[in-house]
């Protein structure tokens, strides 16, 4: 059963949810969204710290956190942002690091986003 995840992140406007949970797995979705529910327009680096930032709050509110994460999907509007992308995703994920997948694209549904990432993780047992 699909269950949503209460989170703090501003509305998306858009019929989805942040993360849901279900079968003792958590799926989201993250963007660089700042408090106030605007996108994030700076650079790669801090549009990629943002989304993972984004991330991170959302799996602690459900009781879990980055080291549950069994694999990312990253899409990119620019090839040349990977190598920036990297060094980021490392100071937040440690070996063994989840599966992974960059995707470039023309373009995502916001204008001056850079990045966004889907994740999936294990939500741990309980007592944790």
């Known amino acids: 059963m699909r269950q949503e995840i209460e989170t703090d992140l501003p509305s998306q ?3 989805v949810s942040w993360a849901v949970s279900g079968n003792g797995m ?3 979705t993250q963007r660089p969204v700042r408090e106030d529910g605007r996108i994030l327009e700076d650079d790669i680096t801090e549009q990629t710290a943002r989304s993972l930032a984004n991330l991170r709050r959302t799996l602690e509110q459900a009781g ?3 080291e549950d994460v069994l694999q990312v999907q990253i899409f990119l509007t620019d ?3 990977v190598k920036a992308v990297d060094a980021v995703y490392a100071r937040h994920f440690s070996a063994p ?3 992974r997948s960059i995707v470039i694209v023309a373009g995502l549904t916001e204008p001056g986003m ?3 990432l889907t994740a999936v993780a294990a939500l741990p047992a309980r007592g944790r």
């Open 26 to 28: 958590i799926h989201t």
């Open 97 to 99: 690091y989840p599966s």
């Open 79 to 81: 090839r040349a942002d």
């Open 13 to 15: 406007g858009q019929p």
């Open 114 to 116: 850079r990045i966004e």
């Open 64 to 66: 879990a956190g980055l």
